[in-house]
């Protein structure tokens, strides 16, 4: 029987514990860290990317997933039931990974009115148990600050119950320009008319290198934390991604998780971190680089470690696919976003996840590996528990001592 740490041994798994614990296990130090609730650094970090123990780094993840959650929650999965909604796919920028955008001309460009907003939503079955708005768009000067006053006010009176999560730190500062005013007048005029928190779009990699190679004409890395800081002192919620697949390095992975934690230290309104994938049908960037899966599990992994003050980590699985994304329950996740109706971007990019998970769809998922689904509003507000029908209650738990 392994001699057991104090902390919190309903969670600690007897053979994980022996096993990660073994004088001769490399992942053995970061294991103690986790155990104690001590921060792992950059190196360490990159020292979990280049290892191959994927059964040692999930246990890991889990293991700070389980010690950073209420023990009488460490097995819920939060879902959101939300809608997408991209008012339009014309942007002046040049983003090499972006399929999404098209010019003024083509014959693909679509621009939505705030009357064609609100249709298409009165449109949709579900609004009425809708819980959130995401809204992301491109940069079009047509779509300024008085637009999306005008959209979010509409919203706000069609819809008074949903709550509005729109405009990445890049549409904020985009607008900001259009207008001629800092960011903190457009947060604050888009608050003051029904915006709840920002999506964690436009991070992509901060990695300067990066960034001049993939999206030159976006906000750098430094601008983009300092708006969400911004966004957080108004006590505006947000969430964070990382879009991976570029051909990015893992030490510009772990760069990228470091400088959210450290904006997390200083501003402390992330919710969520959110890695992503790219995909190459329709735009310049080079396949090669695509994730297997088993990166996909690191990447959730190492920011549940990396990431100790962001409260959770989110599988989107129209990027990442609804079976990567079940499996990284084991790898630190504790969100599967949503029922997603009207997932256009990704889709644009050839991901092969389909569009719209039902709600059943999204349910099954979750108790398959074991979990009870629990449906939230946009700041983790429990909405409903689904327990798990008979027919699943029969799989065993993982042993864990009592
Ligand atoms: S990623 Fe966004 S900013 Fe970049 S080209 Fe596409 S729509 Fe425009």
Not at 157 to 181: C, N, Q, S
Not at 324 to 336: A, C, E, K, P
Request: glycine share 8%; proline share 5%; hydrophobic share 35%.
């Amino acid at each position: 029987m392994p001699t057991l740490p104090p902390h919190s041994p309903d969670v600690i798994n007897e053979l994980h514990h022996d096993y990660m614990a073994h004088a001769s296990n490399p992942l053995r130090s970061m294991y103690d860290k986790v155990i104690a609730r001590q921060r792992i650094e950059r190196e360490e970090a990159e020292f979990i990317y280049n290892s191959n123990d994927l059964l040692g780094i999930g246990i890991l993840a889990d293991t700070a997933r389980r010690l950073a959650t209420p023990v009488d929650r460490r097995n819920d999965v939060y879902w959101v039931h939300n809608y997408h909604i991209n008012p339009t796919n014309i942007c002046e920028a040049n983003c090499t990974f972006c399929s999404f955008k098209k010019g003024p001309k083509s014959p693909k460009a679509y621009v939505m009115s705030v009357d064609d907003v609100i249709n298409m939503v009165g449109n949709y079955p579900g609004k009425d148990t809708l819980s959130e708005f995401h809204i992301v768009s491109g940069l079009y000067k047509e779509q300024d600050l008085a637009y999306y006053e005008d959209l979010f006010k509409a919203l706000t009176r069609e819809f008074p119950h949903v709550h509005i999560k729109g405009m990445t730190a890049v549409e904020i500062a985009y607008m900001a320009e259009l207008d001629g005013v800092p960011p903190e007048v457009v947060l604050k005029t888009l608050k003051d008319v029904g915006l709840r928190s920002l999506p964690g779009g436009g991070a992509e990699v901060f990695s300067e290198r990066m960034r001049e190679l993939v999206c030159v004409d976006k906000i750098p890395g430094e601008e983009w934390l300092r708006i969400h800081g911004l966004a957080h002192d108004m006590g505006l919620s947000s969430t964070a991604t990382m879009l991976a697949g570029l051909g990015e390095t893992n030490e510009e992975r772990v760069d990228h998780m470091i400088r959210l934690r450290e904006q997390q230290d200083k501003s402390g309104g992330f919710m969520t971190f959110i890695p992503l994938n790219c995909y190459y049908e329709g735009n310049r960037i080079d396949p090669s680089n695509a994730l297997t899966g088993v990166e996909n599990l690191k990447n959730f992994a190492v920011s549940r470690l990396v990431l100790d003050n962001f409260p959770h980590i989110k599988a989107f699985w129209v990027h990442i696919g609804e079976k990567i994304s079940q499996v990284g329950l084991n790898f630190g996740v504790d969100d599967l976003d949503g029922t997603v109706v009207q997932e256009k971007i990704a889709h644009s990019a050839g991901t092969a996840s389909s569009e719209h998970l039902t709600k059943d769809q999204l349910l099954n998922l979750i108790w398959k590996a074991g979990r009870i689904p629990i449906e939230r509003d946009s700041l983790y507000g429990v909405k409903a528990r689904y327990e798990p029908p008979a027919d699943t209650r029969g799989y065993h738990e993982a042993h864990t001592f009592a």
